[in-house]
């Protein structure tokens, strides 16, 4: 029962992450596209937004998990932004998300995708000083008690 509960945490965890990210990249879609007079979102792209942003939702998670402070390291946000700009370019990009995008538009969405990066970063920061706060909050009482 311990290894379902954690399982079902993770993916509730992971669900909260790729909805964020999700839709970041359908508002983006639709905004790039009402700008080139367009009305109507592909199916098939929403199809792979999702799986984009699950994909990354799950590296995300893997990266930094619940209850360890790991944003201290490093390497680790590197790697989480490095993973980002790889899924979500290569992905708009390869799988041409934005198609009749001016050269400006694109680097528009990059800086847009990097704002969103730090933001989220920052998120997770101000999740992870709490915690650690309130961690120590307990083990004083401990001491206290």
């Keep these: 029962m311990e290894q379902f ?7 509730v965890n992971t ?11 359908v508002f983006c879609k639709g905004l790039v596209n009402a700008l080139l007079g367009s009305w109507a979102l592909e199916t098939v792209v929403l199809l792979e937004m999702l799986l984009a942003c699950f994909a990354f939702a799950c590296t995300e998670t893997a990266l930094f998990p619940n209850g ?3 944003l201290a390291e490093r390497r680790r946000v590197v790697l989480w932004a490095v993973l980002a700009n790889v899924i979500f370019i290569g992905c708009a990009w390869g799988l041409n998300w934005f198609p009749g995008l001016p050269l400006w538009g694109g680097f528009v969405l990059v800086l847009f995708l990097e704002y969103g990066l730090a933001a ?11 915690d650690t706060a309130a961690l120590n909050q307990g083990l004083r009482r401990f001491q206290e008690g």
């Design 15 to 25: 669900k909260y992450r790729m909805g964020l990210y999700f839709s970041a990249a």
């Design 120 to 130: 989220m970063w920052y998120a997770l920061y101000l999740r992870e000083k709490r």
């Design 5 to 11: 509960n954690r399982f079902y945490l993770w993916g």
């Design 68 to 70: 360890k402070n790991l």
